[in-house]
């Protein structure tokens, strides 16, 4: 419902400010420091005032404030710079409604409240921006850039009134100008930069950097459409769409366009014959990349981060000679092409065009991004050989690895230097971290893509290659199976770079980021790197997620009854997550857990909203409600788990009415996106849809299994989904999960695990305790030992596994559709089943008994819930964060200093 200023509002805003009484006020200046009481009056020239890049004092040798006389009165001691008053902030509010959206008051709907509350926020973190900005210049600190294809951020208008401290003064305000905001939040629609735990990771990590007040930015691309918007066709297919998150005013990024590098493609690489390895790069396509940056606000103070992402725009874009001549096409070639770059994450690989336009994309990100932090550097004055002690680069998996030829390129063909020491410097800069096992998920590009993309860097490529075996031949005489292993070039038609392999030897330090995961790193796809640079460049990193969005802002309610209960300001728990040990002995307490039950209850009902006025369905709200939230494919088994589903659904039609009544009532929810091109995953979506349109209408079984896929998974609605769930599965084959953060986020909210031992979920259970954790499976030593069966010596799955076959049999007997569509699914388990479906099934359905079994004791299930969240202290990203920069980067703290008095 719209929400309307009404004319006699203006009552309200005279009672704020009696000096404009018929008239809204203009806007002052952002950047001013100005005393709200003194608003109206004469103003008293000031010996020093702030600038458009923030004021700061003078430093002295050790890198302290040095205040004028007497300055230092206007600097409060407070952590926030920033109008925190109720006036103020309604003042603020309205300046933008009339000045930034050129709107009026009684003539406002939601968004356009969203949109004004989202610009006066933003006025907020520009000031601490600008000052965090100015202290990172002023102490050229070192500084970490962490580069992801991916930032999956969520929505950011509640995330920065949080981190800033108004969320209160804020609803406040808006409340008086007759707004809720709540229906404001919802306005907003969750940024296009993502699309998996890869890039909700990096957002954590960025909260968690700024939080801990260490100098880390962010780079990415400015993707027009995201990866896609999902939608489900009447016969259960996902369709997808584009998701033009931009359509309306973006005010959480700032176009730099004075910000821009030139990118070439194509072309041609001429060596040099002067001796020194140089070549010229020329010809081809120029591309432009325009710099728009995001503020990532740290949690408690006035560090504010930097999230710059990059939009392709062409060099020469339209083409008026053609145009001129009639032929349009050519005449918008040029920005078409150059466009296509940022237009959307993840484009379809499966065609030539899709896989070109990745490595493009892949190229542009990196070459921009070092390009920026090259002359940031050059900046401070220093020579290029002292780049690796202020620079620390952070691959996020192998997507950014190009940058490590591209440093290259830089230092031998542009900053003259010669190879070894040009090695020797890009090898002290970067760091990588490796998020997958599987070898298919491993990055390799064919060679004569590269050649003609990117001709210099197939080149340098080549170079290192020949340089890194001619060591390993010296350490390893003779060995020539060695040789081919670790070669950067797989031999094949085509041939293949080795991405990760590059990321590796052009790193200085390499992490998985589970125990389990970093450890199979180790043994497995690097084993022969660990042999040859040795253990001590191989660790770990076990992933982590901030507390403030996946607790505090997703499960306001809890955060509100863990204050009370430890006696704590959040402010102190949500930094220090450890402290949550303090809700231990309460899970004793009858009182708390009735309050603890009731939050869950309450969260459970909110989610039954969602889903009633977004499906159409009634969901019961007393039943176990079981999760299982992850992009779609085959290792994390999403198959297995309807699989599952269905088996509970034959099993309750078996039984009788009196049998049925003992039965514990559980709601399944599935949300997730499958790549385009993956088609057993879109089947598996479409298996469940139809499984849910069968068993949601079964009048014998529906009071006791209901099941929902949830469209188009995002943040947002993972914020709906995670508090309200009793049981969440994470259940991927042992050995392929590199971790997961889904799994942390539920247990933080007072969710049970069931899972396999696989990635961090082994974590998650050394610290809450076995006793609370669901564990089935076979273990990941004997996973390999049972695909060797499954080749060699298989076995009928009649035979193997009787409920599964069943239950395959009514799928492809067409209980849920035309059974001939699911073969090609079906047939992955009745063949090579890869992922083991067979070999788990029936230790996963004993699992899910467990669950049910131990749910029908609600007191006992309450202390599980506590038990859990109380020990989640070891999976915050400030603990990933700060291991990061203290093993990884040499990254020190740099805090801003406190903000101006108002």
């Known amino acids: 419902m719209t929400s309307i200023v009404k004319p006699r509002s203006y009552i309200i805003k005279t009672r704020f400010f009696p000096f404009f009484p018929f008239r809204f006020f203009t806007p002052l200046p952002m950047t001013s420091v100005i005393d709200p009481s003194t608003i109206g009056k004469p103003r008293r020239p000031r010996r020093h005032v702030r600038t458009l890049t923030g004021y700061l004092p003078d430093t002295d040798e050790a890198g302290e404030a040095k205040w004028p006389r007497g300055e230092e009165k206007i600097w409060r001691a407070g952590t926030r710079g920033v109008d925190s ?65 991916e930032f999956l951020m969520g929505r950011t208008l509640d995330n920065a009134l949080l981190n800033l401290g108004l969320k209160e003064p804020y609803a406040k305000g808006i409340k008086g100008l007759g707004f809720s905001i709540e229906d404001i939040l919802e306005q907003e629609r969750d940024a296009g930069l993502g699309n998996g735990g890869l890039g909700r990771l990096a957002a954590c990590y960025l909260d968690s950097a700024a939080t801990q007040e260490l100098p880390v930015w962010g780079y990415g691309l400015r993707y027009k459409y995201g990866i896609f918007q999902q939608l489900i066709s009447p016969e259960g297919n996902q369709l997808e769409a584009p998701d033009p998150w931009l359509d309306n005013q973006n005010p959480w990024e700032l ?131 002292k780049f690796p002690e202020y620079v620390a680069i952070q691959l996020n998996d192998t997507h950014p690895t190009l940058a490590i030829p591209e440093l290259m390129r830089i230092l031998i063909d542009e900053e003259d230097f010669d190879w070894d020491t040009a ?93 389990l995961h970093s450890d199979l790193v180790r043994t497995t796809i690097l084993k022969d790197f660990v042999e040859f640079e040795g253990i001590s460049k191989f660790g770990n990193v076990t992933n982590g997620i901030t507390p403030r969005r996946w607790l505090d802002q997703c499960n306001p309610e809890l955060s509100a009854l863990i204050s009370k209960t430890l006696k704590l300001e959040k402010d102190v728990w949500l930094k220090d997550l450890t402290k949550l040990e303090g809700l231990l002995p309460f899970a004793e307490e009858k009182k708390f857990r009735r309050e603890w039950t009731a939050i869950k209850q309450r969260n459970k009902e909110r989610l039954a909203h969602y889903v009633q006025t977004t499906l159409g369905y009634t969901v019961n709200t007393n039943a176990l409600f079981d999760v299982q939230i992850k992009r ?72 006791y299994l209901t099941l929902f896929f949830l469209p188009d998974y995002s943040v947002s609605l993972a914020e709906i989904l995670i508090p309200a769930s009793d049981i969440s599965q994470h259940i991927s084959t042992a050995g392929t999960e590199a971790s997961g953060t889904s799994n942390m986020k539920f247990c933080l909210n007072g969710g049970l695990l069931l899972g396999t031992v696989d990635g961090a979920n082994i974590e998650i259970a050394e610290e809450v305790g076995e006793a609370n954790v669901f564990f089935f499976g076979h273990l990941t030593p004997a996973v390999e030992d049972i695909r060797y069966q499954h080749l060699y010596h298989p076995v009928p799955i009649e035979t193997k596994c009787p409920a599964l076959a069943n239950v395959i049999d009514q799928v492809s ?68 964060i700060m291991e990061y920069a203290e093993s990884y980067w040499n990254l020190e703290p740099t805090p801003v200093p406190p903000g101006p008095a108002l």
């Open 423 to 515: 090695w020797q410097i890009v090898t002290q800069t970067f760091f990588y971290t490796n998020h997958t096992v599987l070898p298919e998920a491993l990055e390799k590009w064919p060679v004569p893509l590269i050649e003609h993309v990117l001709p210099r860097h197939l080149q340098i490529i080549y170079d290192i290659n020949l340089f890194f075996l001619q060591s390993v031949e010296r350490k390893f005489p003779g060995d020539r199976d060695r040789l081919a292993r670790m070669s950067l070039i797989e031999e094949g038609t085509p041939k293949q770079v080795r991405m990760a392999f590059l990321a590796c030897i052009g790193s200085r330090k390499v992490n998985g980021v589970a125990e």
């Open 255 to 385: 176009p730099r366009l004075d910000v821009t590098y030139e990118i070439r493609f194509y072309g041609q690489a001429d060596r040099l014959n002067d001796g020194t390895g140089r070549a010229l790069w020329t010809g081809g396509q120029e591309v432009l990349a325009v710099a728009y940056d995001v503020m990532i606000p740290g949690y408690g103070h006035r560090t504010t981060n930097n999230l710059r992402l990059w939009e392709s725009k062409p060099k020469r874009g339209f083409d008026l000679n053609s145009f001129n001549a009639g032929n349009y096409e050519a005449a918008v070639e040029s920005s078409n092409s150059a466009a296509a770059i940022t237009a959307v994450l993840y484009p379809n690989d499966h065609t030539s065009f899709g896989k070109e336009l990745r490595l493009k994309q892949q190229y542009f990100w990196t070459a921009a991004s070092l390009a920026d932090i090259i002359r940031r550097f050059k900046n401070l004055g220093k020579p290029m050989t």
């Open 813 to 880: 007997q067409g209980l849920f559709g035309p059974g001939d569509v699911y073969e090609p699914l079906l047939n992955t388990i009745r063949q090579t089943d890869y992922y083991l479906l067979t070999d788990d099934f029936d230790s996963y359905i004993a699992a899910l008994a467990m669950v049910d079994e131990a749910y029908a004791d609600k007191e006992e299930w309450a202390k599980k819930s506590i038990r859990t969240t109380a020990k989640m202290g070891k999976f915050s990203s400030d603990r990933a």
């Open 632 to 703: 779609l494919h085959e290792y994390k088994r999403q198959t297995l788990n309807i699989l599952g589903v269905i088996h509970r659904y034959l099993s309750l039609k078996n039984m009788t009415p009196a049998q049925r009544k003992k039965a514990i009532p559980r709601v399944v929810f599935f949300a997730g996106k499958a790549a385009p091109a993956y088609y057993i995953a879109k089947l598996t979506i479409r298996l469940i849809v139809n499984v849910a349109r069968v068993i949601n209408n079964d009048p014998e079984t529906k009071e």
């Open 85 to 149: 008053d109720v006036p103020s902030i309604t003042k603020s509010f309205v300046n933008h409604v009339q000045t930034s959206l050129a709107r009026q008051a009684y003539n406002l709907d939601n968004l356009g409240a969203y949109q004004a509350a989202a610009l006066s926020v933003r006025d907020s973190l520009l000031v601490n921006w600008n000052d965090t900005q100015m202290n990172y210049t002023r102490k050229a600190p070192k500084r970490a850039y962490y580069l992801s294809l």
